[in-house]
């Protein structure tokens, strides 16, 4: 209660910060991707964790507003940097339910002037589950705009390789439960390697979310996984040290 009455009278730009996190390409240990992270700084709460404030604010119904805030200030900083740097952008159920979230995105792009190529929604399976018309619809109008989505936290759900088919995703990022214990239980290994093939059937790049270390890196890189992201690259980190980090290892 206390959090929410917080949350609806925080003001964006001074109680919200958006941090930036790498995703590396394997191969050329180029970054492919800065995804947004939101972080809120409440003056009576003090630091307060997505985890808590997001469930909040779909709730709610901020997220509408706060999740526009969140596409405008990361398609900004993204057509400021080099044409092969995308953006990835987390979005609620509750966003593409209750707003109308394409014409937020496609207007935001043509504010920004930013290639819809270069976005690159985040999506939880669990949206997908439910085979929502208008969901289905919202996902179908983004890719036809161009904008690439991605399944984020892939494998903790019902995850169904239906789905992935039927909703044709560009992006699989396995979840880092998997990525975490790969490095002493063979079945996680056996999972990575499973999904990682299983994508690249479908024509998908997969993504290994979590990294921490120089092992884990060896297994996850000999399993054929495109992508990764995590501490032993980046944490997630402010907009002026993203660039800093593009700019030494872009
Ligand atoms: O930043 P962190 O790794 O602590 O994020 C925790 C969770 O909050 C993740 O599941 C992430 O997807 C979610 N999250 C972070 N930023 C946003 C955002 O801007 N919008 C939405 N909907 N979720 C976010
Ligand atoms: O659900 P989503 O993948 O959007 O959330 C990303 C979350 O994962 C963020 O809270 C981010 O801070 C966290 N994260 C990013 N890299 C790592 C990592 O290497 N290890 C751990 N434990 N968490 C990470
Ligand atoms: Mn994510
Ligand atoms: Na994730």
Redesign the pocket.
Known sequence: RMLELQLRSANFDTDFEL?F?PLVDLQTKKVTTI?A?LRWTSTFHGTV???EFIPIAEDSGLIVPLGAWVLEKACTLASDLPPYINVAV?LSATQIRRSNVVDTISTILSETGLSPDRLEV?I?ETLLLDDNREVNSALRQLRALGVRISL??FGTGYSSLAYLRRFTVDKV?I??SF??DIVGDPDHLAIVQAIVGLTHALGMTSVA????TEEQLLLIRASGCDEA????FS??VPEDEIKEFLARRG
């Open positions: 941090l996190q995804e992270l964790a997505p985890d987390n985040e939880t984020d936290d990022k979840d880092r990525v975490a979310e979590g990294l921490e992201q995590g501490y032993l944490p997630p």
